[in-house]
């Protein structure tokens, strides 16, 4: 079962990583991303924390971690995130409110 406290620590990570996407260089991938699922041995702030690590050695750009960050999740933390995306404009920058 998912827990809500890592749903709402999800969900506001990803409102913290929500730019509005724009034209932007690419990276330098020299670490791999993390992978987040939602499992009950998987810590939502170490997640966070390794994924912040990667950005930085990865060069991300503000306009892209918000893409990057979503194709960390995987199994439950995917399918959640899927369903806030059917939320109408939910990731949109300055549509906060949505969420």
Same mark, same amino acid.
């Given at each position: 079962?998912?827990?809500? #406290?890592?749903?709402?620590?999800?969900? $506001?990570? $990803?409102? #913290? *990583?929500?730019? =509005? $996407?724009?034209? &932007?260089?690419?990276?330098?991938?020299? !670490?791999?991303?993390?992978? /987040?699922?939602? +499992? %009950?041995?998987?810590?939502?702030?170490? /997640?966070? *924390?390794? *994924?912040?690590?990667? /950005?930085? !050695?990865?060069? !991300?750009? %503000?306009? +892209?971690?918000?893409? @990057?960050? @979503? #194709?960390?999740?995987? &199994?439950?933390?995917? #399918?959640?995130?899927? &369903? $806030?995306?059917?939320?109408? +404009?939910?990731?949109?920058? &300055?549509? *906060?409110?949505? =969420?």
């Amino acid at each position: 079962m998912f827990d809500a #406290n890592a749903a709402q620590t999800l969900i $506001l990570a $990803l409102i #913290n *990583l929500n730019v =509005t $996407l724009a034209e &932007g260089g690419r990276e330098n991938k020299s !670490v791999n991303y993390p992978t /987040f699922s939602g +499992r %009950d041995d998987e810590d939502i702030d170490d /997640f966070m *924390l390794e *994924l912040a690590k990667a /950005f930085a !050695v990865n060069q !991300v750009s %503000d306009n +892209r971690k918000h893409i @990057v960050a @979503v #194709n960390c999740l995987k &199994g439950i933390a995917a #399918n959640f995130y899927d &369903g $806030l995306a059917d939320i109408i +404009r939910w990731n949109i920058a &300055g549509q *906060l409110a949505n =969420t």
